[in-house]
DNA sequence: ATGAACGTTCCGGAAAACGGAACGCGGTGG
DNA sequence: CCACCGCGTTCCGTTTTCCGGAACGTTCAT
């Protein structure tokens, strides 16, 4: 009985299972936008190519993915029926889909949904004005939390604790990753413009993630005064100066309001985290 | 070289991999709706409890489940990110959304846009009417191809061949499914229906997956004439009267025909198949 | 003709997935 | 008060699958 086990119990990361690889796969598929090659997958994956192949045909057996022409692969019916389903599991999503829409309208730029996954935000849903102006951001796509105003605001809304724990994972990949010169890369910047976001109740970015456009963003809150996700309105530097950030921070605001009550959220909550004028609360 | 190949190839339908049973356990927390416990799911999926839970907690490792509160599980974000993206891989839905939308605006009823998979029709977009009269039809959810205006519509356009086929797998599981009364059972009767759908150029489903509710719809075809979904339009019985169906009928055809050409598909495909008109083509 | 890249197949070693059985727990009803 | 039940969880030996280096056939561009 002298408990010889396994001497590595506690590190359960490394070694990733076959659904996290199959997964991957999956990813690489529908984040794609079109046909895949088996090759580009396995590039992209990091994976090694008969693996690939071998997940690529277990998951077209059973209709996550489908062969297209030219020996390439697509996103199987099975997965559009999966994808469907879980973007209607949560109410938050068909709360937000109206009020994005809402706010396209009324500020004539791109309104988005986005929820926290880690260190990154993932851009949901998003609601494009008639312009074809094409931005890096897609459905499914991520970005750093410190680098779009979703994220941002996502942040700022997170307990004090967890906050830092993020910001803590962040950094352990070295520096701040910055995509653009503006990107804030100093913990300490970053925490100051954290306040500020907290107490006018919406975050700005400020070219932090993409040259030329600008994003105002505020979170949204469940019942129990969790981050669920953020609503945000991103548009060229030049449509978004900073007299229409300062009309349209309020809107978004409001906004995610509207979602989180209809959430359930308490009007408390809100007041303290999201609304920003009342200094006490929070230690 | 008398070509031995593997004898056994044929059969590998028995037994399931891990990454399918995987699979399942997330379509169970995406179609569940809200937060899901586990023995709900083990019987759903009729997997054994413990499978069910190492699952459940290999997909919460890596992002795609995440606990909620009572012990309870969730779609995790790491999903929500996959199904942004898939639902956004293809052409045929951006091209959707909005010809739905308008075809809403234009006929006050429910329109989705639904696309095949094996013998079921799945639902991937809707766009609601302001009313609130609740059909069982949801994102995500399926309906066999022959109790959907949509399945027919499907059907309609399939080459012979792979409709037979079809029609045989589904005559497989015994005798056709038949949620209502008026569904159409017997396969000759069905035929018959196909037949009428393609000379009209959009199918009709007159109670037959759902009491009260009938539909119009009509397939959307790619490029090279293949069948990829197909457009429709739903609404209680009263609301879609015989006099309704006949405007509302070219209407989903003429929606079906613009994202097809919007897919690129030539309008020989089309005037052949959904067009209708043309007494010419098809023997 | 030569070379490179691709998709595919093969194989032995390694690492999982599997499910029956058992455990601790909370609620219910005798 | 104590069976009883259902739940979520853990353990374990057996079975199955996964893994990736290496090699093969093919298809292009050089």
Redesign the interface.
């Known amino acids: 009985m002298v408990k010889p086990v396994n001497t590595s119990t506690s590190q359960?990361e490394p070694g990733?299972?076959?659904?996290?690889k199959?997964?991957e796969v999956?990813?690489a598929?529908?984040?794609?936008?079109?046909p895949q090659r088996l090759g580009e997958i396995a590039r992209r994956t990091g994976l090694t190519k008969p693996t690939v192949h071998r997940?690529l045909r277990?998951?077209a057996?059973?209709?996550?993915a489908q062969p297209a022409e030219g020996g390439a692969y697509?996103?199987?019916?099975?997965?559009?029926?999966?994808?469907?389903?879980?973007?209607?599991?949560?109410p938050d999503l068909r709360l937000a889909r109206p009020v994005l829409n809402d706010l396209r309208r009324r500020t004539g730029q791109l309104a988005h949904y986005a929820?926290?996954?880690?260190t990154e935000a993932?851009?949901?849903?998003l609601s494009e004005p008639a312009g074809e102006y094409r931005m890096s951001i897609?459905?499914?796509?991520?970005t750093p939390l410190h680098t779009s105003a979703v994220g941002l605001a996502m942040l700022s809304a997170l307990p004090v604790p967890e906050a830092d724990a993020v910001l803590a994972e962040l950094l352990l990949d070295g520096a701040l990753p910055a995509p653009t010169p503006a990107t804030l890369t100093d913990p300490g910047a970053l925490r100051a413009e954290l306040a500020r976001t907290v107490r006018r109740g919406y975050a700005v970015d400020d070219e932090y993630d993409e040259p030329d456009v600008r994003s105002v963003a505020a979170p949204v809150l469940d019942a129990q005064g969790r981050v669920v996700g953020a609503i945000g309105v991103s548009g060229l530097t030049f449509a978004l100066d900073d007299a229409n950030v300062a009309v349209f921070g309020p809107m978004v605001r409001a906004a995610a309001r509207a979602v989180s009550t209809g959430l359930g959220g308490s009007a408390a909550h809100l007041g303290l985290v999201a609304g920003g004028m009342t200094d006490g609360g929070r230690a």
């Open positions: 359960q990733k299972g076959p659904v996290d199959a997964m999956l990813e598929l529908a984040r794609a936008g079109g997940h277990t998951l057996d059973c209709g996550f697509r996103a199987g019916p099975r997965l559009l029926g999966l994808a469907a389903a879980a973007l209607d599991s949560g929820v926290p996954a880690g993932v851009h949901l849903e897609s459905p499914g796509g991520r």
